[in-house]
């Protein structure tokens, strides 16, 4: 079972959202953890919604991030320091909430101190059509439908099975 964590501090600032979304990529791609495009975005859209709720409800010059990487799950989490209170109107559990419940396997917020709040997700990845599993499914799409022969030439159609 491969298992892999990292955890690392970045600036507080709106700029971090993109970089440490290309970080987290960059790094399932150095541990070799393989995504397909479709959970590549689901994970880029999480990191960011993550951060930049980190990074808008911190007082402090930076946050904290951790990536945890066990089998075929994945676990991302943001710390905001020194929290400041939302905004008169403004909820916590709004757009963020919602990607999250959408997109994630599980997730949900955490106190570590009294004044340090985090939020996590985790989810759970397909396994990379490789090896045997990619021959099998090869194997049964091409017996469940007949292969049909078009003659280049004379226009002629045959299907063969």
Aim: proline residues 4%; charged residues 30%; positive net charge.
């Amino acid at each position: 079972m491969t298992r892999q964590q990292i955890n690392w501090f970045v600036p507080a600032v709106v700029e971090s959202v993109d970089r440490e979304r290309s970080r987290v990529l960059d790094r399932l791609k150095e541990w070799d953890v393989q995504v397909d495009l479709k959970t590549s975005g689901t994970i880029s859209l999480l990191v960011a919604e993550v951060v930049r709720d980190a990074i808008r409800y911190s007082r402090t010059a930076q946050i904290s991030l951790g990536l945890k990487v066990t089998g075929r799950e994945l676990l991302f989490e943001a710390v905001s320091h020194d929290l400041s209170e939302p905004c008169p109107g403004e909820q916590r559990d709004g757009r963020d909430r919602t990607l999250l419940e959408l997109l994630a396997t599980d997730w949900g917020d955490f106190q570590t101190t009294d004044s340090a709040m985090g939020v996590w997700f985790l989810l759970a990845m397909p396994e990379p059509l490789t090896g045997h599993r990619r021959r099998t499914l090869l194997t049964r799409v091409r017996q469940a439908r007949p292969r049909q022969v078009v003659h280049r030439f004379s226009g002629r159609s045959d299907s063969a099975a």
